[in-house]
């Protein structure tokens, strides 16, 4: 099983939907959260954090799970410009400042 | 402020060539990375150096590949021979140390191995 796991998607949703993905992770001594954009042929830039509190910055949302060891991202009002893979990525508790990322999820936001 | 710098941004290369990629991290940033990314997955972390001490080397193939950061600033990361299996996206990365929610990437090498 991998460490972290993404439903890679597409999702192909329509100007405004509201989207939302899950990741998972297999070891519960993961510690830190991240949600990272990856556009087309560029390097992943980091989207937000994830809180256990949960934390929202505009039009993104994004939740962490311990109990079920998810984190989730919610997208409102999808615009053209949202369209880029998301990946997560997660440390571990004593791994330093590795990061695991998952295999992404892409988006497609349509007219 | 300038970016983590990387070159050269592509390379082709045949199997059994050697190849070399750098990187110059954020000023100030002491934790560097360099990662792998191979098509439709996420970035995979083969070295991870704080200053000039490579401190999570697990993921690297030791074998055939290398890395460098002699004086705790910019890095340079060796393939010798290359693999047709070694065709992918490196990426460097840095941060300031203990920071793993401010790690910059660089624009990335990609390499293809003919």
């Known amino acids: 099983r991998k460490e972290v796991e993404q439903d890679p998607g597409p999702f192909n949703v329509p100007e405004g939907a509201t989207v939302a993905f899950n990741c998972t992770y297999s070891n519960s001594a993961s510690q830190s959260f991240f949600w990272y954009r990856q556009d087309c042929r560029k390097e992943p830039k980091l989207l937000m954090s994830?809180?256990?509190s949960g934390n929202e910055d505009g039009r993104f949302t994004a939740q962490l799970n311990r109990a079920s060891q998810y984190i989730s991202l919610l997208i409102r009002d999808s615009k053209l410009s949202d369209s880029a893979t998301y990946l997560c990525?997660?440390?571990?508790?004593?791994?330093?400042?590795?990061?695991?990322f998952g295999t992404g999820t892409q988006l497609k936001v349509e007219l | 402020e300038a970016g983590v710098v990387q070159s050269p941004r592509y390379k082709i290369i045949e199997k059994k060539q050697p190849v070399a990629f750098w990187c110059n991290p954020i000023?100030?940033?002491?934790?560097l990375y360099w990662y792998r990314q191979n098509l439709g997955q996420g970035p995979e972390l083969l070295i991870r150096y704080e200053n000039e001490e490579a401190v999570d080397d697990s993921q690297l193939p030791k074998d055939r590949f290398s890395a460098e950061r002699l004086k705790g600033v910019d890095s340079t990361l060796k393939i010798q021979p290359a693999e047709l299996g070694d065709s992918a996206v490196y990426l460097c990365a840095s941060s300031l140390y203990g920071r793993p929610d401010a790690q910059y990437f660089g624009p990335g090498t990609r390499l293809l191995v003919l």
């Open positions: 994830v809180y256990s």
């Open positions: 990525a997660v440390t571990l508790t004593g791994g330093g400042n590795k990061l695991t």
């Open positions: 000023s100030g940033h002491n934790t």
